[in-house]
Every structure is written in C-alpha cells, then in structure tokens.
C-alpha cells in the first residue's frame, strides 16, 4: 500500500498522463518510477478509474490517493455512506461518532459531514494514514484516528451518540456469511457496544441472509435493504439499545431521478393476500431492493397488481400502474419457443431476455431461438397459471 510520504512530483505526473494507459503495458515498461515501484502506481491509476462514479468527491481532488483493489471493492460508495449518515442522524444526538470499522474512511468522511466528531478505528495502520491523508486533503477536520482493533478499542471506548461497524466478510481468503464468522465477531461485542451508545448500524453483505442476521443482532429496530440504480449493494441493521419489537424492513432504491422506500413488517407480509392471475395485457418487476426484502405478498395488494405464480415475483393487471417501484413491461404477445417465428416479434434478431421461474436459462433460450442480446424488445420468461410462458414485451419508461 502506498505511503503518501513517497509520492513525489513526477509520480503524480506520471499518475496523470496515464489515466488511461494499457496496464499491462505500464507494468511490462517500467519498474519503477521515481524509485515507487510500478505496481504501487498502478494501483492509484486503477483507483481513480474504480471511484470516477463511486466516490465522485474524491475522484474530483487530484490529491487523493487509493488502497489496493481489494480495499477499494469493500468500501462504501458515496451515495451509500451519506445514506447511513442521513439513517444515523434521525435516531441519534450528532455529537460523537465511532466508526469502528474504519477502512479507507468512506464512512467516516460522510459521518463527519453529519456528527460533530468522529473516530475512525482501524487495526491497519497503513490503510488508517492513508484515509488520514485523503480526509485532510478533502477538508474533514473533524476526525481522530485510533489504530487498534475493534476489540480493544471498546475497552476505553467513551460513551458516544452513535456507533458504525462493518465486520470484514472474509476468513482465511473465503467469504463468510454468519456475524459470528466476521471480523470482528459482533455478536460477542454488542453488549459491549451497547454500554457505550444506545444508537449501532451494522453493515452486511447483499448476499446476506437478513433472517439469520436478525437471529444474531439483537435490538433491531429497522432493516435497510439498499439499492442504486436498481442494483443492492448494502444490507444495513440500525439496532437501538432500547429497542424491544420486530423490526420495520426498508426496501429502498436511490437512482438519479429520486429515492423510491417501502416500508412494511414481516407481520404485514405474512397476513398480505397476493392474488394470483394469468397474464394480462401488463406485467411488473419489482426492483431489487424489494426482491431482496422478500416483500412479495404485500408488493401486490399495496399496489392493486396479480401475481403470475408463487414462485414468480413478477405481477401482472390489466392496467398501466405509473407509481409502481420497478420495471413495467406491456405484453405485445405470448410467443411459442420456435425459433421460425422469433423474427415476426424480434425483425432485428435482438432481444433483452430475462427469466423468472422457468425452466431454461436466458442463454440456453437465446441459443435455441437464435437470438443475440440488445434490442428494444424483451422476451420474458416464467411460469403463470398457465404454465411456462414465454412473451414478447416492451418496457416502459
């Protein structure tokens, strides 16, 4: 990992007229420059390349500098952490903040935004200089740093308005899924947290099971499934010291045009009646975060649409619903899996295929119906009523 101390003059230059330079190439070339070896300047090119949407702020301050890839995949965007920031600032006096889990400081730059203090606790001290470097250069002032681990630093840990962790998802080079098997364990430091600050928001995985996290964090007072664009990207447990219910389960997507929530209990979705129909002349697609939530009862009733199947969380009525949170789509007809007859609803050879409890993959359809990606139509399929369907549709803004 790079040390700030080294980066000279010529190897921020360097940096900037190969923004765009064939890597492999840089690392055939050179060795070194400026006596920095190759791979160190490789990562910075590869960081700003990774953060130009992810962390806007920092790509825009040509001062900043970055971590390994692995670090930087691990670490919140920019979008997420004000989100957490925003979550924290509703439940939470804003004084002091303790990120426990700091990282590379995405986090904690955001918090400090929203807290009047922040305490970036981190076990890598190289990885903690580095955050420390980039929140001076961005102009956060308000950020003290602590290297130690989690673990330690709870022993001394001042009682606080609010607490962050993000246990690390990695164990002996694998993935794990289970708190219990994070670094550090939370399920062995939330009493300890909970002696210190009534406020803690824990951080998961999206391929985390939000029914077994709920078994192992207690308090829970809401569930954040968090999207962008349509694409989740945090599970995020808001626990509160006091707390003693089930909790409220947040389906929210943030896009360009606004953030779209739904909000419901798994009461709710237990008691929610779907109904169920054969297709009709529109079909709808909840969008990730509410797939994730599991809330496929209830997306039905609130918003008056069928559901095809069970086990296909896609909708179907007989009317456009403007306000419904995902994709729709409007029937042109049900196609039969012949590749002769794809050319009168495809003239292009084109289609966007996407299924939904069939029994073929998009590829193996695509292959067997000769068709190649792209176009303006799609072509659905999943099982109704009916049986497995196969449609031609088109999405509609």
């Known amino acids: ?189 939330q009493t300890e947290i909970f002696r210190r600050t009534t406020v803690l928001l824990v951080k998961a995985s999206p391929m985390h099971d939000i029914q077994l996290a709920l078994r192992e964090i207690r308090n829970v007072q809401r569930v954040v499934v968090l999207a962008v664009d349509n694409e989740v990207r945090e599970l995020l447990f808001l626990a509160l010291r006091d707390f003693d ?47 994730k939530a599991g809330a496929f009862k209830l997306i039905a009733k609130r918003y008056g649409v069928h559901k095809l199947h069970v086990n296909t969380h896609l909708y179907t009525f007989d009317a456009r619903v403007d306000n419904f949170p995902g994709r729709i789509f409007r029937v042109i007809s049900r196609v039969k899996g012949d590749d002769k007859i794809m050319g009168d609803y495809f003239p292009d050879g084109k289609a966007n295929v996407m299924v939904r409890n069939y029994p073929s993959t998009p590829e193996e359809l695509k292959k067997k119906l000769r068709l190649r990606d792209g176009g303006e139509r799609y072509l659905l399929g999943f099982t109704s009523p009916s049986g497995p369907t196969l449609i031609a549709a088109e999405r509609l803004m």
């Open 1 to 189: 990992m790079i040390d700030p101390r080294e980066l000279s003059d010529l190897v921020r230059l360097f940096i900037a007229t190969h923004e765009r330079a064939d890597i492999p190439s840089l690392v055939l070339k050179y060795n070194s420059i400026d006596g920095l070896p190759i791979t160190s300047i490789v990562d910075q090119i590869l960081g700003r390349r990774k953060t130009r949407e992810k962390l806007p702020t920092y790509f825009a301050n040509g001062e900043v500098l970055y971590p390994p890839a692995l670090n930087l995949e691990q670490t919140s965007s920019e979008t997420t952490a004000y989100f957490k920031a925003q979550l924290l600032s509703a439940v939470s006096t804003l004084d002091t903040m303790v990120d426990l889990t700091g990282g590379f400081g995405i986090d904690s730059f955001a918090l400090s935004k929203i807290f009047g203090a922040v305490v970036h606790v981190e076990p890598d001290g190289a990885l903690q200089r580095l955050a420390r470097y980039n929140h001076q250069r961005l102009g956060s002032d308000n950020i003290s740093y602590v290297n130690q681990q989690a673990e330690h630093y709870l022993g001394t840990m001042p009682e606080v308005s609010a607490a962050f962790i993000d246990p690390s998802r990695r164990k002996d080079s694998r993935k794990v899924y289970s708190f219990r098997d994070c670094q550090p364990d939370l399920t062995r430091l």
């Open 245 to 291: 219910a089930r909790p409220i389960i947040s389906a929210v997507n943030i896009t360009s045009s606004g953030t779209v929530a739904f909000d419901f209990s798994v009461a709710e979705e237990e008691r929610a009646d779907a109904g169920y129909a054969d297709l009709m002349p529109y079909v709808y697609e909840p969008n990730a975060a509410l797939l």
